[in-house]
């Protein structure tokens, strides 16, 4: 069993920057593949980055990629979501995901555990 607790989300401007912290529990964090997905208002839930377990190739979305980067920290069971020149599209609840092994897939359905949430406000 794996919980997961997203902080650092907020209201920024256009141009902003903010970063997203998930801190996991349990001692084995290193075994799961780490996810950041994001669901806009009235929208369905969407990829967002991706980290391997050893932190090395990260996968990004195209809206997102060059903005965003995903970075892990194994040591404090720590994955991180650093979000720059953040644009009102990118309004959303964040949600993190960990996978046990395999790649650093982008399908919401491959993830194991999710996070409640932290809500992230762009305004223009």
């Known amino acids: 069993q794996v919980q997961l607790v997203e902080s650092g989300g907020g209201l920024v401007q256009a141009g902003g920057s903010l970063r997203l912290s998930c801190a996991a529990s349990g001692r084995t964090f290193s075994s799961y593949a780490m996810g950041w997905f994001r669901q806009p208002p009235g929208k369905e839930r969407e990829f967002v980055a991706a980290v391997r377990r050893t932190g090395g190739r990260p996968n990004y979305a195209d809206s997102v990629r060059g903005r965003f980067t995903i970075s892990r920290d194994n040591a404090k069971n720590t994955v991180y979501l650093q979000m720059n020149s953040l644009k009102p599209g990118d309004t959303a609840v964040y949600y993190c995901?960990?996978?046990?092994?395999?790649?650093?897939?982008?399908?919401?359905?491959?993830?194991?555990?999710w996070g409640q949430g932290t809500q992230v406000t762009v305004s223009s």
């Open positions: 995901a960990a996978k046990y092994i395999g790649e650093a897939s982008a399908s919401p359905v491959e993830y194991d555990y």
